[in-house]
């Protein structure tokens, strides 16, 4: 049976407990920079003992383009960054030939440890990379090697696979680069792999140590989910179905959300979580990662709605707490409660979400919460699960 939309009265979820919050502007604000379109955790990359975390703005303006950009922000145990590292094209290490308006930084994924340095590397989207002398915009990803300061070591940029080529295409972009996800190890090789997504559905890249692709896997979705641009997110989401492989979470601004298993002989099986929402909202971000927060023995989600349907919009995050039937028992909701304007014209809090473990040692894991319009991100502290999860 189809689960209701998460978007329904908000008196019927749980109000999630912030104890407090620490708010991070944009390191260097220019307008519509779009700082906090995409967040995801990196570990703690300086040895420091707290998570560390890269952010996106992809249209930062370099010169005359839209060219995009990030930051690696090595955070404190207050959520303020102790330092922070820029890097775009011609900057922080990272030296590449620019595209004009690639959207470099629209989706992140802290891939795992592929070169044993014990430094995750960090998967970058650019959805509007051009592949093709035609300017062809299928899109590319990037894999970053960082050092421990922040700043790139190495890079090397993967392509989409399954893009044709000639002029005559020049116009089917597929925006390859999308939305990203860490897959662990699929293939038993003993490197971490990529999820992919594009209009196209979800490719698998399995990747050497070196960062490129061995070979690819193309998993079609829903036809709901698969047609615009931007539209459709994934996160990891645990082992549901008890396989031994991560299952995914795919969420769609207007189609929903669903857990989709990918079998070792590539068959795709879907659950829904959530139909799309209610008019006037938008899902827009998924995440996983946050391990077992009811301890249910079940791992837990939570989605971005930028978007929420009331007549004054600020935006939300749903922590949902999913059960053994992978169905969603109950779901907390954290409203937005700190944007200080009311720059309601485009997507706002809740756009992108990660966790970021236990960053006051409270027993429970808090969150970075995307707010491109205002130009910030939130960390959000969450209370002790006594408090707040139980």
Wanted: hydrophobic share 40%; proline share 7%; aromatic share 6%.
């Amino acid at each position: 049976m189809l689960i209701q939309a998460i978007l329904i009265a908000l008196t019927t979820a749980d109000p999630a407990v912030v104890v407090r919050h620490t708010k991070v502007p944009d390191p260097s604000p220019f307008y519509e920079k779009g700082f906090g379109t995409a967040v995801t955790a990196l570990g703690d990359i300086n040895g420091d003992g707290t998570f560390d975390i890269a952010v996106g703005e992809p249209s930062t303006t370099v010169g005359p383009f839209s060219r995009g950009s990030i930051w690696i922000l090595l955070l404190t145990p207050d959520g303020s960054p102790a330092t922070q590292q820029h890097i775009r094209f011609g900057a922080g290490g990272f030296a590449p030939t620019p595209d004009r308006w690639g959207h470099f930084g629209a989706a992140l994924a802290s891939v795992g440890d592929l070169d044993g340095d014990g430094i995750n590397e960090l998967a970058v989207g650019e959805p509007r990379a051009r592949c093709d002398p035609h300017g062809f915009q299928s899109g590319a990803v990037w894999i970053l090697f960082l050092n421990a300061e922040g700043s790139v070591r190495d890079y090397c940029r993967i392509e989409d696979p399954n893009a044709p080529q000639g002029r005559h295409l020049r116009y089917q972009s597929h925006h390859f680069g999308q939305s990203l996800a860490p897959l662990g190890d699929r293939d038993g090789d003993g490197i971490p792999d990529l999820a992919v997504g594009s209009t196209r559905g979800v490719t698998m890249l399995f990747l050497r140590r070196d960062g490129t692709a061995a070979r690819h896997r193309t998993i079609g979705l829903p036809r709901r989910f698969a047609l615009a641009p931007y539209s459709t997110r994934l996160a990891p989401a645990g082992d549901h179905d008890h396989d031994g492989l991560v299952d995914l979470a795919v969420c769609s601004r207007r189609a929903g959300l669903i857990l989709m298993s990918i079998g070792q002989d590539g068959v795709p099986t879907h659950h829904t979580l959530a139909e799309g929402p209610a008019p006037g909202s938008a899902f827009a971000a998924v995440i996983g990662g946050l391990g077992d927060l009811d301890h249910d023995g079940v791992e837990d989600l939570a989605m971005g709605l930028p978007q929420d349907g009331a007549e004054s919009s600020r935006g939300s995050v749903h922590i949902l707490f999913l059960d053994a039937h992978q169905s969603i028992a109950r779901r907390e909701v954290i409203p937005n409660r700190y944007r200080v304007t009311e720059r309601l014209d485009r997507d706002v809090f809740g756009s992108s979400v990660a966790p970021v473990g236990d960053l006051d040692g409270n027993g429970a894991v808090d969150l970075v919460v995307g707010d491109p319009a205002e130009d910030c991100i939130w960390v959000l502290f969450r209370a002790h699960p006594a408090l707040g999860d139980e």
